[in-house]
Protein backbone atom coordinates (compact mmCIF):
# COMPACT_ATOMS: atom_id res chain seq x y z
CA UNK A 1 0.00 0.00 0.00
CA UNK A 2 1.61 3.22 -1.17
CA UNK A 3 -0.40 5.31 1.96
CA UNK A 4 -0.54 3.64 5.58
CA UNK A 5 -3.40 5.31 6.54
CA UNK A 6 -5.39 5.06 2.90
CA UNK A 7 -8.35 3.23 2.15
CA UNK A 8 -6.84 1.93 -1.10
CA UNK A 9 -7.70 -1.43 -0.55
CA UNK A 10 -11.47 -0.94 0.13
CA UNK A 11 -11.44 1.40 -3.18
CA UNK A 12 -9.55 -1.01 -5.12
CA UNK A 13 -12.10 -3.69 -4.65
CA UNK A 14 -15.15 -1.93 -5.03
CA UNK A 15 -12.93 -0.26 -8.24
CA UNK A 16 -13.56 2.95 -7.84
CA UNK A 17 -10.31 4.55 -8.82
CA UNK A 18 -6.97 4.58 -10.11
CA UNK A 19 -6.80 8.09 -9.00
CA UNK A 20 -4.04 8.82 -6.05
CA UNK A 21 -4.34 12.28 -5.97
CA UNK A 22 -7.86 13.94 -6.40
CA UNK A 23 -7.58 18.03 -6.18
CA UNK A 24 -10.98 20.14 -6.33
CA UNK A 25 -11.21 23.85 -6.61
CA UNK A 26 -7.76 24.81 -5.19
CA UNK A 27 -7.30 28.81 -4.89
CA UNK A 28 -3.40 30.12 -3.77
CA UNK A 29 -3.59 33.56 -2.64
CA UNK A 30 -0.46 35.37 -1.94
CA UNK A 31 -2.05 38.48 -0.29
CA UNK A 32 -4.39 40.05 -2.41
CA UNK A 33 -2.65 38.09 -5.80
CA UNK A 34 -4.32 35.09 -6.84
CA UNK A 35 -2.22 33.01 -7.97
CA UNK A 36 -3.88 29.63 -8.66
CA UNK A 37 -8.01 30.05 -9.07
CA UNK A 38 -10.51 27.04 -8.85
CA UNK A 39 -7.98 24.21 -10.46
CA UNK A 40 -9.40 21.02 -10.08
CA UNK A 41 -7.34 17.29 -11.62
CA UNK A 42 -6.12 14.26 -10.77
CA UNK A 43 -3.13 12.49 -11.12
CA UNK A 44 -3.26 8.37 -11.76
CA UNK A 45 -1.32 6.59 -9.45
CA UNK A 46 1.86 5.15 -10.63
CA UNK A 47 2.15 7.76 -13.56
CA UNK A 48 3.69 10.61 -14.93
CA UNK A 49 1.10 13.49 -14.85
CA UNK A 50 2.67 17.04 -15.98
CA UNK A 51 1.35 20.09 -15.50
CA UNK A 52 2.88 22.73 -17.90
CA UNK A 53 2.31 26.35 -18.72
CA UNK A 54 4.05 29.65 -19.37
CA UNK A 55 5.76 31.24 -16.69
CA UNK A 56 3.97 32.81 -13.83
CA UNK A 57 0.78 30.66 -14.49
CA UNK A 58 0.80 29.29 -11.39
CA UNK A 59 2.45 25.75 -11.80
CA UNK A 60 4.34 25.69 -8.81
CA UNK A 61 2.19 27.72 -6.52
CA UNK A 62 -0.06 24.58 -6.93
CA UNK A 63 2.79 22.25 -6.23
CA UNK A 64 3.70 24.34 -3.11
CA UNK A 65 -0.04 24.04 -1.94
CA UNK A 66 -0.31 20.28 -2.20
CA UNK A 67 2.92 20.08 -0.58
CA UNK A 68 1.36 22.34 2.30
CA UNK A 69 3.73 25.62 2.29
CA UNK A 70 1.60 28.62 0.93
CA UNK A 71 0.43 30.94 3.32
CA UNK A 72 -3.14 30.85 2.09
CA UNK A 73 -5.17 28.25 0.37
CA UNK A 74 -8.83 26.89 -0.16
CA UNK A 75 -10.38 23.73 -1.82
CA UNK A 76 -9.53 20.47 -1.47
CA UNK A 77 -6.79 17.81 -1.90
CA UNK A 78 -7.19 14.02 -1.30
CA UNK A 79 -4.51 11.71 -1.69
CA UNK A 80 -5.91 8.20 -1.78
CA UNK A 81 -9.20 9.11 -0.85
CA UNK A 82 -8.00 11.39 2.05
CA UNK A 83 -8.16 14.67 2.68
CA UNK A 84 -4.94 16.09 3.17
CA UNK A 85 -5.78 19.53 2.62
CA UNK A 86 -5.52 20.98 6.34
CA UNK A 87 -2.50 19.44 7.10
CA UNK A 88 0.49 20.91 7.82
CA UNK A 89 3.66 19.98 5.26
CA UNK A 90 6.05 17.75 7.65
CA UNK A 91 2.54 15.56 8.32
CA UNK A 92 1.92 15.28 4.49
CA UNK A 93 5.54 13.98 3.93
CA UNK A 94 5.87 11.51 7.23
CA UNK A 95 2.22 10.28 6.93
CA UNK A 96 0.96 10.62 3.10
CA UNK A 97 4.50 10.68 1.44
CA UNK A 98 3.47 13.90 -0.20
CA UNK A 99 7.44 14.63 -1.78
CA UNK A 100 8.38 18.12 -3.21
CA UNK A 101 11.54 18.45 -5.25
CA UNK A 102 11.88 22.43 -5.22
CA UNK A 103 12.40 24.53 -8.29
CA UNK A 104 16.29 25.22 -8.25
CA UNK A 105 18.75 24.28 -5.78
CA UNK A 106 16.43 22.34 -3.61
CA UNK A 107 19.59 20.82 -1.61
CA UNK A 108 21.36 22.06 1.13
CA UNK A 109 24.54 23.57 -0.05
CA UNK A 110 26.69 23.86 3.03
CA UNK A 111 25.78 20.05 3.41
CA UNK A 112 28.12 17.18 2.46
CA UNK A 113 25.84 15.20 -0.92
CA UNK A 114 25.95 12.08 1.95
CA UNK A 115 24.45 14.34 4.55
CA UNK A 116 21.59 15.56 1.97
CA UNK A 117 21.23 11.86 0.93
CA UNK A 118 20.89 10.85 5.27
CA UNK A 119 18.53 13.66 5.33
CA UNK A 120 16.06 11.71 2.58
CA UNK A 121 16.63 8.04 4.15
CA UNK A 122 15.81 9.46 7.96
CA UNK A 123 12.36 10.56 6.69
CA UNK A 124 12.33 7.13 4.44
CA UNK A 125 12.62 4.83 7.59
CA UNK A 126 9.78 6.35 9.32
CA UNK A 127 7.63 6.22 6.17
CA UNK A 128 8.72 2.47 5.52
CA UNK A 129 8.08 1.64 9.37
CA UNK A 130 4.53 3.21 8.71
CA UNK A 131 4.11 0.87 5.88
CA UNK A 132 5.36 2.76 2.55
CA UNK A 133 6.07 0.14 -0.49
CA UNK A 134 7.29 2.38 -2.70
CA UNK A 135 11.57 2.19 -1.21
CA UNK A 136 14.73 2.96 -2.37
CA UNK A 137 17.89 2.63 -0.57
CA UNK A 138 21.78 4.29 -1.04
CA UNK A 139 23.16 1.95 -3.14
CA UNK A 140 20.10 2.16 -5.70
CA UNK A 141 20.92 6.31 -6.11
CA UNK A 142 24.30 6.07 -6.10
CA UNK A 143 23.73 3.32 -9.59
CA UNK A 144 21.13 5.70 -10.77
CA UNK A 145 23.27 9.15 -10.65
CA UNK A 146 26.73 7.11 -10.05
CA UNK A 147 28.62 10.84 -9.46
CA UNK A 148 26.87 11.57 -6.10
CA UNK A 149 29.06 8.47 -4.56
CA UNK A 150 31.33 9.79 -6.14
CA UNK A 151 31.43 13.48 -4.48
CA UNK A 152 29.77 12.06 -1.51
CA UNK A 153 31.64 13.88 1.26
CA UNK A 154 31.90 17.36 -0.98
CA UNK A 155 29.60 19.94 0.00
CA UNK A 156 26.73 20.30 -2.37
CA UNK A 157 27.18 24.01 -2.87
CA UNK A 158 30.26 22.76 -4.64
CA UNK A 159 28.18 20.55 -7.01
CA UNK A 160 27.35 21.85 -10.57
CA UNK A 161 23.05 22.80 -11.20
CA UNK A 162 22.87 19.15 -12.75
CA UNK A 163 24.12 17.57 -9.87
CA UNK A 164 22.42 19.44 -7.53
CA UNK A 165 19.25 18.57 -9.46
CA UNK A 166 20.38 15.04 -9.25
CA UNK A 167 21.19 15.21 -5.63
CA UNK A 168 17.62 16.49 -5.15
CA UNK A 169 16.03 13.96 -6.75
CA UNK A 170 17.88 11.22 -5.14
CA UNK A 171 17.21 12.36 -1.48
CA UNK A 172 13.44 13.06 -2.60
CA UNK A 173 13.40 8.95 -3.75
CA UNK A 174 14.90 8.24 -0.02
CA UNK A 175 12.07 9.80 1.60
CA UNK A 176 9.90 6.32 0.16
CA UNK A 177 7.19 9.02 -1.85
CA UNK A 178 4.03 8.37 -2.21
CA UNK A 179 3.15 11.66 -4.62
CA UNK A 180 6.62 13.01 -6.23
CA UNK A 181 5.99 16.84 -6.63
CA UNK A 182 8.60 17.01 -9.22
CA UNK A 183 8.97 21.42 -10.01
CA UNK A 184 10.87 22.55 -13.07
CA UNK A 185 13.36 19.90 -12.98
CA UNK A 186 14.92 21.32 -16.08
CA UNK A 187 15.71 24.93 -14.89
CA UNK A 188 18.95 26.80 -15.50
CA UNK A 189 20.50 23.17 -16.85
CA UNK A 190 21.97 22.73 -20.31
CA UNK A 191 19.93 20.87 -22.63
CA UNK A 192 22.15 17.69 -22.69
CA UNK A 193 21.69 17.80 -19.05
CA UNK A 194 18.29 17.97 -18.78
CA UNK A 195 17.64 15.35 -21.01
CA UNK A 196 19.63 12.94 -19.34
CA UNK A 197 17.97 13.83 -16.47
CA UNK A 198 14.65 13.20 -17.66
CA UNK A 199 15.60 9.90 -18.80
CA UNK A 200 16.51 8.42 -15.49
CA UNK A 201 13.27 10.10 -13.99
CA UNK A 202 11.41 8.40 -16.69
CA UNK A 203 12.67 5.13 -16.24
CA UNK A 204 13.19 5.01 -12.12
CA UNK A 205 9.78 6.29 -11.89
CA UNK A 206 8.12 3.32 -14.32
CA UNK A 207 10.22 0.91 -12.62
CA UNK A 208 9.87 1.62 -9.25
CA UNK A 209 5.85 2.81 -9.83
CA UNK A 210 6.44 6.24 -8.65
CA UNK A 211 3.20 8.24 -8.99
CA UNK A 212 4.26 11.90 -10.28
CA UNK A 213 2.91 15.08 -10.51
CA UNK A 214 5.78 17.22 -13.14
CA UNK A 215 5.59 20.61 -13.39
CA UNK A 216 7.83 21.88 -16.54
CA UNK A 217 7.86 24.66 -18.19
CA UNK A 218 9.88 22.87 -20.89
CA UNK A 219 6.88 21.54 -22.60
CA UNK A 220 8.31 19.22 -25.49
CA UNK A 221 10.23 17.10 -22.64
CA UNK A 222 7.70 17.09 -20.39
CA UNK A 223 5.08 15.18 -23.04
CA UNK A 224 7.31 13.27 -23.87
CA UNK A 225 7.87 11.31 -20.71
CA UNK A 226 4.27 12.23 -19.00
CA UNK A 227 0.97 10.16 -19.84
CA UNK A 228 -1.44 12.80 -19.20
CA UNK A 229 -1.17 16.64 -19.33
CA UNK A 230 -2.60 19.46 -17.48
CA UNK A 231 -2.36 23.31 -19.45
CA UNK A 232 -2.53 25.86 -16.97
CA UNK A 233 -2.74 29.77 -17.89
CA UNK A 234 -2.85 32.38 -15.44
CA UNK A 235 -3.88 30.58 -12.52
CA UNK A 236 -6.85 28.58 -14.88
CA UNK A 237 -6.59 24.50 -16.02
CA UNK A 238 -7.60 25.83 -19.91
CA UNK A 239 -6.60 22.07 -21.34
CA UNK A 240 -6.67 18.39 -19.97
CA UNK A 241 -5.76 15.62 -22.33
CA UNK A 242 -3.34 12.92 -23.03
CA UNK A 243 -0.09 13.99 -23.39
CA UNK A 244 -0.06 12.60 -27.11
CA UNK A 245 -3.16 15.08 -28.14
CA UNK A 246 -2.02 17.70 -26.04
CA UNK A 247 1.06 18.33 -27.57
CA UNK A 248 -0.77 18.32 -31.05
CA UNK A 249 -3.08 21.44 -29.60
CA UNK A 250 -2.68 24.00 -31.45
CA UNK A 251 -3.72 26.21 -27.96
CA UNK A 252 -0.59 24.74 -26.39
CA UNK A 253 1.74 26.78 -28.65
CA UNK A 254 -0.98 30.04 -27.92
CA UNK A 255 -0.48 29.34 -24.71
CA UNK A 256 3.06 29.80 -24.56
CA UNK A 257 2.91 32.81 -27.09
CA UNK A 258 0.59 34.83 -24.67
CA UNK A 259 -2.36 34.87 -26.61
CA UNK A 260 -5.36 34.67 -24.92
CA UNK A 261 -6.78 31.37 -25.47
CA UNK A 262 -10.14 31.61 -24.77
CA UNK A 263 -10.42 33.46 -28.13
CA UNK A 264 -9.77 30.17 -30.14
CA UNK A 265 -11.17 27.74 -27.28
CA UNK A 266 -14.64 29.17 -26.69
CA UNK A 267 -14.94 28.07 -23.24
CA UNK A 268 -12.34 26.63 -21.43
CA UNK A 269 -14.20 25.63 -18.57
CA UNK A 270 -15.40 22.44 -20.43
CA UNK A 271 -11.56 21.11 -20.24
CA UNK A 272 -11.22 21.62 -16.77
CA UNK A 273 -11.22 17.86 -15.76
CA UNK A 274 -9.74 15.49 -17.21
CA UNK A 275 -12.31 12.89 -18.35
CA UNK A 276 -11.01 9.26 -17.58
CA UNK B 1 57.45 39.82 28.16
CA UNK B 2 56.69 38.74 31.64
CA UNK B 3 53.95 41.53 31.58
CA UNK B 4 52.51 40.56 28.07
CA UNK B 5 52.73 36.72 28.61
CA UNK B 6 50.71 37.69 32.06
CA UNK B 7 48.01 39.51 30.01
CA UNK B 8 47.69 36.74 27.74
CA UNK B 9 46.88 34.28 30.14
CA UNK B 10 44.27 36.51 32.06
CA UNK B 11 42.91 37.61 28.51
CA UNK B 12 42.36 33.60 28.07
CA UNK B 13 39.81 33.57 30.86
CA UNK B 14 37.94 36.87 29.94
CA UNK B 15 37.68 35.39 26.51
CA UNK B 16 36.12 31.91 27.61
CA UNK B 17 33.54 33.77 28.97
CA UNK B 18 32.84 35.48 25.78
CA UNK B 19 32.97 31.93 23.87
CA UNK B 20 30.83 30.62 26.30
CA UNK B 21 28.11 33.01 25.90
CA UNK B 22 28.83 33.39 22.11
CA UNK B 23 28.35 29.98 21.12
CA UNK B 24 24.73 29.56 22.49
CA UNK B 25 23.94 32.56 20.99
CA UNK B 26 25.04 31.80 17.82
CA UNK B 27 23.71 28.90 17.57
CA UNK B 28 20.24 29.54 18.10
CA UNK B 29 20.69 32.74 16.10
CA UNK B 30 22.12 30.69 13.11
CA UNK B 31 19.10 28.29 13.63
CA UNK B 32 16.58 30.24 14.20
CA UNK B 33 17.59 33.91 12.75
CA UNK B 34 16.57 34.85 16.12
CA UNK B 35 18.48 37.69 18.38
CA UNK B 36 17.93 36.50 21.85
CA UNK B 37 19.34 39.49 23.74
CA UNK B 38 17.84 37.95 26.94
CA UNK B 39 20.74 34.83 25.87
CA UNK B 40 23.81 36.52 28.15
CA UNK B 41 21.25 37.02 31.00
CA UNK B 42 20.81 32.61 31.33
CA UNK B 43 24.63 33.46 32.73
CA UNK B 44 23.38 35.69 35.64
CA UNK B 45 20.40 33.57 36.26
CA UNK B 46 22.56 29.98 36.47
CA UNK B 47 25.40 32.11 39.33
CA UNK B 48 22.49 33.38 41.23
CA UNK B 49 20.07 30.29 41.03
CA UNK B 50 23.80 28.43 42.45
CA UNK B 51 24.18 31.11 45.05
CA UNK B 52 20.50 30.81 46.37
CA UNK B 53 20.58 27.05 46.59
CA UNK B 54 24.03 26.32 47.80
CA UNK B 55 24.57 29.21 50.43
CA UNK B 56 21.47 30.64 51.34
CA UNK B 57 19.60 27.03 50.87
CA UNK B 58 22.10 25.09 52.56
CA UNK B 59 22.13 22.74 49.98
CA UNK B 60 26.19 22.52 49.12
CA UNK B 61 27.96 22.64 45.85
CA UNK B 62 27.20 20.17 43.87
CA UNK B 63 23.53 20.60 43.88
CA UNK B 64 23.52 24.53 44.05
CA UNK B 65 25.44 24.05 40.61
CA UNK B 66 22.87 21.47 39.13
CA UNK B 67 19.98 23.80 39.94
CA UNK B 68 21.85 26.84 38.39
CA UNK B 69 22.71 25.13 35.08
CA UNK B 70 19.24 23.26 34.92
CA UNK B 71 17.66 26.90 35.95
CA UNK B 72 19.24 28.29 32.68
CA UNK B 73 17.67 25.87 30.48
CA UNK B 74 14.28 26.42 32.44
CA UNK B 75 14.32 29.80 31.47
CA UNK B 76 15.76 29.52 28.06
CA UNK B 77 12.79 26.33 27.69
CA UNK B 78 9.95 29.42 28.66
CA UNK B 79 11.67 31.96 27.01
CA UNK B 80 11.30 29.60 23.97
CA UNK B 81 7.64 28.73 24.36
CA UNK B 82 6.22 31.65 25.82
CA UNK B 83 7.72 34.39 24.27
CA UNK B 84 9.93 33.64 21.19
CA UNK B 85 7.22 30.97 19.44
CA UNK B 86 4.50 33.71 19.71
CA UNK B 87 6.06 35.99 17.45
CA UNK B 88 6.73 35.56 13.62
CA UNK B 89 9.67 34.66 13.16
CA UNK B 90 10.57 36.96 10.09
CA UNK B 91 9.68 40.01 12.10
CA UNK B 92 13.23 40.14 13.51
CA UNK B 93 12.85 44.01 15.25
CA UNK B 94 9.66 42.08 17.22
CA UNK B 95 12.04 39.51 18.40
CA UNK B 96 14.83 41.92 19.33
CA UNK B 97 12.25 44.41 21.63
CA UNK B 98 10.37 41.49 23.63
CA UNK B 99 13.64 39.62 24.51
CA UNK B 100 14.92 42.77 25.54
CA UNK B 101 12.24 43.23 27.29
CA UNK B 102 13.17 39.56 29.22
CA UNK B 103 15.88 40.74 29.45
CA UNK B 104 15.34 43.72 31.33
CA UNK B 105 12.46 41.65 33.74
CA UNK B 106 15.34 38.97 34.58
CA UNK B 107 18.04 41.53 35.69
CA UNK B 108 15.79 43.35 37.93
CA UNK B 109 13.70 40.80 39.18
CA UNK B 110 17.26 38.95 40.29
CA UNK B 111 18.64 42.94 42.01
CA UNK B 112 15.03 43.10 43.30
CA UNK B 113 16.40 39.71 45.24
CA UNK B 114 19.29 41.16 46.27
CA UNK B 115 18.69 44.53 47.07
CA UNK B 116 20.84 45.32 43.95
CA UNK B 117 24.32 44.64 44.90
CA UNK B 118 26.77 42.93 43.79
CA UNK B 119 26.82 39.53 46.00
CA UNK B 120 30.10 37.24 46.84
CA UNK B 121 29.91 33.84 44.74
CA UNK B 122 31.62 30.61 46.77
CA UNK B 123 34.06 28.85 44.85
CA UNK B 124 32.99 25.61 42.90
CA UNK B 125 36.23 24.13 44.34
CA UNK B 126 38.88 25.08 46.14
CA UNK B 127 41.59 26.68 43.53
CA UNK B 128 45.40 26.40 43.75
CA UNK B 129 47.36 29.01 42.80
CA UNK B 130 50.87 28.62 40.89
CA UNK B 131 53.43 30.88 40.09
CA UNK B 132 55.73 29.80 37.39
CA UNK B 133 58.65 32.50 36.62
CA UNK B 134 56.42 35.25 37.78
CA UNK B 135 53.38 33.96 35.64
CA UNK B 136 50.27 34.00 38.10
CA UNK B 137 47.48 31.69 37.08
CA UNK B 138 44.90 29.40 38.88
CA UNK B 139 43.51 26.33 38.83
CA UNK B 140 40.34 28.19 38.29
CA UNK B 141 41.33 29.99 34.79
CA UNK B 142 42.54 26.49 34.37
CA UNK B 143 39.10 24.67 34.32
CA UNK B 144 37.36 27.46 32.73
CA UNK B 145 39.92 27.63 29.75
CA UNK B 146 39.93 23.60 29.45
CA UNK B 147 36.21 23.32 30.17
CA UNK B 148 35.44 26.04 27.53
CA UNK B 149 37.65 24.55 24.57
CA UNK B 150 35.64 20.97 25.15
CA UNK B 151 32.37 22.41 25.39
CA UNK B 152 33.14 24.40 22.46
CA UNK B 153 34.89 21.59 20.07
CA UNK B 154 32.28 19.31 21.73
CA UNK B 155 29.56 21.25 20.25
CA UNK B 156 31.04 21.97 16.84
CA UNK B 157 31.45 18.28 16.44
CA UNK B 158 28.12 17.35 18.09
CA UNK B 159 26.62 19.39 15.34
CA UNK B 160 28.54 17.77 12.20
CA UNK B 161 27.99 14.17 13.16
CA UNK B 162 25.35 13.38 14.99
CA UNK B 163 21.95 12.74 13.34
CA UNK B 164 20.56 16.01 15.49
CA UNK B 165 23.25 18.36 14.67
CA UNK B 166 22.67 17.17 11.22
CA UNK B 167 18.87 18.49 11.52
CA UNK B 168 19.86 21.59 13.30
CA UNK B 169 22.30 22.71 10.37
CA UNK B 170 20.31 21.69 7.79
CA UNK B 171 17.06 24.14 9.44
CA UNK B 172 19.69 26.75 10.04
CA UNK B 173 20.46 26.51 6.56
CA UNK B 174 17.31 27.05 4.96
CA UNK B 175 14.43 26.47 7.20
CA UNK B 176 11.61 26.38 4.29
CA UNK B 177 13.71 23.08 2.77
CA UNK B 178 14.20 21.70 6.17
CA UNK B 179 9.94 21.84 6.38
CA UNK B 180 9.82 19.89 2.89
CA UNK B 181 12.61 16.94 4.19
CA UNK B 182 9.75 16.81 7.32
CA UNK B 183 12.17 18.01 10.07
CA UNK B 184 10.36 19.12 13.18
CA UNK B 185 11.97 22.65 12.53
CA UNK B 186 10.11 23.95 16.11
CA UNK B 187 11.77 20.76 18.34
CA UNK B 188 15.04 21.49 16.52
CA UNK B 189 14.53 24.96 17.67
CA UNK B 190 13.84 24.39 20.99
CA UNK B 191 16.72 21.78 21.20
CA UNK B 192 18.91 24.86 20.34
CA UNK B 193 17.55 27.33 22.66
CA UNK B 194 18.00 25.06 25.66
CA UNK B 195 21.39 23.28 24.80
CA UNK B 196 22.43 26.93 24.20
CA UNK B 197 20.58 28.00 27.89
CA UNK B 198 22.72 25.58 29.53
CA UNK B 199 26.17 26.13 27.94
CA UNK B 200 25.51 29.90 29.33
CA UNK B 201 25.00 28.57 32.34
CA UNK B 202 27.91 26.33 32.91
CA UNK B 203 30.14 29.10 31.68
CA UNK B 204 28.49 31.40 34.26
CA UNK B 205 29.50 29.20 36.97
CA UNK B 206 32.90 28.65 35.55
CA UNK B 207 33.46 32.39 35.03
CA UNK B 208 31.82 33.23 38.99
CA UNK B 209 34.31 30.22 40.12
CA UNK B 210 36.66 32.69 38.92
CA UNK B 211 36.06 36.26 39.57
CA UNK B 212 34.05 35.38 42.65
CA UNK B 213 31.44 37.41 42.60
CA UNK B 214 28.67 38.41 40.27
CA UNK B 215 25.77 41.61 39.77
CA UNK B 216 22.54 41.05 38.11
CA UNK B 217 23.39 43.68 35.60
CA UNK B 218 26.73 41.91 34.67
CA UNK B 219 24.77 40.77 31.52
CA UNK B 220 24.74 43.99 29.66
CA UNK B 221 28.76 44.11 29.80
CA UNK B 222 28.50 40.29 28.42
CA UNK B 223 25.92 41.05 25.79
CA UNK B 224 27.61 43.57 24.17
CA UNK B 225 30.89 41.20 23.80
CA UNK B 226 29.15 38.21 22.66
CA UNK B 227 27.40 40.71 19.38
CA UNK B 228 31.12 42.07 18.95
CA UNK B 229 32.04 38.21 18.88
CA UNK B 230 29.45 36.86 17.02
CA UNK B 231 29.35 39.12 14.29
CA UNK B 232 33.15 39.12 13.80
CA UNK B 233 33.04 35.39 13.62
CA UNK B 234 30.12 35.40 11.64
CA UNK B 235 26.68 34.53 12.98
CA UNK B 236 26.14 30.82 12.98
CA UNK B 237 29.74 29.89 13.26
CA UNK B 238 30.57 27.82 16.49
CA UNK B 239 34.33 27.45 15.75
CA UNK B 240 34.97 30.74 14.74
CA UNK B 241 33.21 32.14 18.12
CA UNK B 242 35.78 29.77 20.08
CA UNK B 243 38.87 31.15 18.03
CA UNK B 244 37.17 35.15 18.04
CA UNK B 245 35.98 34.76 21.33
CA UNK B 246 39.50 33.92 22.82
CA UNK B 247 41.43 36.17 20.90
CA UNK B 248 39.06 38.89 21.57
CA UNK B 249 39.64 38.40 25.37
CA UNK B 250 43.53 38.17 25.06
CA UNK B 251 43.15 41.75 22.62
CA UNK B 252 41.04 43.79 25.59
CA UNK B 253 43.47 42.51 28.24
CA UNK B 254 46.72 43.43 26.35
CA UNK B 255 45.20 46.90 25.57
CA UNK B 256 43.72 47.15 29.44
CA UNK B 257 47.32 46.42 30.13
CA UNK B 258 49.08 48.77 28.09
CA UNK B 259 46.95 51.76 27.03
CA UNK B 260 44.04 51.73 30.39
CA UNK B 261 41.16 50.39 30.44
CA UNK B 262 39.21 53.05 29.23
CA UNK B 263 39.95 51.60 25.23
CA UNK B 264 38.95 47.91 26.35
CA UNK B 265 35.39 48.00 24.89
CA UNK B 266 36.03 50.11 21.56
CA UNK B 267 38.84 47.40 20.51
CA UNK B 268 35.86 44.64 20.10
CA UNK B 269 33.39 46.98 18.84
CA UNK B 270 35.99 48.31 16.45
CA UNK B 271 36.63 44.87 15.05
CA UNK B 272 33.17 44.43 14.35
CA UNK B 273 32.51 47.25 12.19
CA UNK B 274 35.53 47.01 10.57
CA UNK B 275 34.17 43.37 9.93
CA UNK B 276 30.96 44.15 9.08
CA UNK B 277 32.22 47.24 6.68
CA UNK B 278 35.12 44.45 4.51
CA UNK B 279 33.35 41.32 5.43
CA UNK B 280 29.68 41.36 6.10
CA UNK B 281 29.19 37.43 7.11
CA UNK B 282 32.16 37.60 9.12
CA UNK B 283 35.44 36.12 9.30
CA UNK B 284 34.30 32.34 9.61
CA UNK B 285 30.91 33.36 8.48
CA UNK B 286 29.10 31.47 5.25
CA UNK B 287 27.29 34.24 3.37
CA UNK B 288 23.95 34.59 3.55
CA UNK B 289 21.45 33.46 1.20
CA UNK B 290 19.31 35.97 -0.94
CA UNK B 291 15.86 35.08 -0.95
Redesign the interface.
Known amino acids: MDDPKSARGVMDFVGVSRTALEVTSLSVNYGAIRAVQDVSLDVPRQGITALVGANGAGKSSILRAL ?1 G ?1 VPECHGSIKLNGVDVSKLP ?2 KR ?2 DHGI ?2 V ?1 EGR ?6 TVR ?1 NL ?3 L ?2 GDRRRALGATTTFDLEEVYNLFPILRERGDKRAQYLSGGEQQMLAIS ?1 SLL ?1 SPALLLVDEPSMGLAPQLVRRIFDVMSNVFAQHKVTVLLVEQDTKIALEIASFAYLLERGVISLAAPSAVLREDPRLKIAYLGVASTILSGDASDNNRGNR | MTYFTQFLIDGLAIGSLYVLVTIGFTLVFGVMGLLNVAHADLYMVAVFVFLGVAQDLHFGIVLGAIAGIAAAGLVGALLFWQVIRRIDRNRTLSMFVATLGVSYFLENLVAKFVQFRTEAVPPLFQSKFYDVSNLHFSTGQIVLVGSTLIIAVGLSQWLRRS ?1 TG ?2 M ?2 VS ?2 T ?2 A ?6 TVRIMAIAVILASVIAGIGGLLVANTTLSVNPFVANDVSLKMFAVAVVAGVGSVDGALVVGLFLGMIESLTVGYFGSQWETVIGLGAMIIVLLVRPQGLFG ?1 RLRVG
Request: charged share 25%.
Open positions: AIARVIVLPGVFTTMEELGLIRM | NKLRAENHLELVAIDK
